[in-house]
């Protein structure tokens, strides 16, 4: 299987603050690359797909980038209800994995 | 809109199975797949496999083989997910998510999950 290694596993960050996130894959796979954010409670949403396509209604704040094994999360001006864990899927195998998850909080 | 309504908790013994569905709505199932992933508590995301509602394609996450079938049934767009010899570290929540047709892509909308919870 494909290992998907996220940094960092949490940070802290206020309203307002740039953040980024990265995912590095074990291997080479190409801009088969999901990001999903997850609330507690809540059901996990899409925010980009493809490395850089946003997602339908997502706010643009959120962008995504890189190819091959290294990709980066960032959200340009953090807002309260961005606060939750992100995690990145890779799709190239047809057996996708997810990193561990990365925790943005309130500083 | 798309919505995907799965079934409500369960609790079950170890070593029994447990079935849960997934109920699509707002988009022609038969035209997309639907992948399940579980969270344990305190831990990430997990695939455990997919499958096409066009032609029945599955593929599971080699963690899984054999202990677990995903179906679908077209005339009422509802996808389900049975996983036997259940452990105590299968409780967990289960997801569905709606996903590309050919292969396992994007989850682009999720059901509200299932806690299955496994317990003597």
């Known amino acids: 299987d494909i290992q998907m290694t996220q940094s960092p596993s949490s940070l802290s960050a206020s309203v307002g603050d740039r953040v980024t996130i990265t995912c590095r894959a074990s291997?080479?796979?190409?801009?088969?690359l999901n990001w999903y954010q997850h609330r507690p409670g809540k059901a996990p949403k899409l925010l980009i797909y493809?490395?850089?396509s946003l997602q339908s209604g997502v706010p643009p704040r959120f962008s995504g980038s890189g190819s091959g094994t290294d990709f980066t999360l960032t959200i340009s001006s953090l807002q309260p209800e961005d606060f939750a864990t992100y995690y990145c899927q890779q799709s190239y195998s047809t057996s996708p994995t997810f990193g561990l998850g990365t925790k943005v909080e309130i500083k | 809109q798309v919505q995907l309504v799965q079934s409500g908790a369960e609790v079950k013994k170890p070593g029994a199975s447990v079935k849960v569905s997934c109920k699509a709505s707002?988009?022609?199932?038969?035209?997309?797949?639907i992948s399940w992933v579980r969270q344990a508590p305190g831990q990430g995301l997990e695939w455990m496999g997919w499958?096409?509602?066009?032609?029945?394609?599955?593929k599971y996450a080699q963690m899984f083989q054999g202990r677990v079938t995903m179906t679908t049934d077209t005339s009422t767009s509802t996808a389900y997910m049975e996983l036997r010899s259940l452990r105590s570290d299968d409780t967990a929540f289960y997801f569905c998510?709606?996903?590309?047709?050919?292969?396992?892509?994007?989850?682009?909308?999720w059901g509200q999950g299932t806690l299955v919870t496994v317990s003597s």
């Open positions: 707002g988009y022609t199932f038969s035209t997309y797949g």
């Open positions: 998510a709606k996903d590309q047709v050919e292969l396992p892509e994007r989850l682009d909308y």
């Open positions: 291997q080479s796979i190409s801009s088969y």
């Open positions: 493809a490395a850089s």
């Open positions: 499958i096409s509602a066009y032609n029945g394609d599955r």
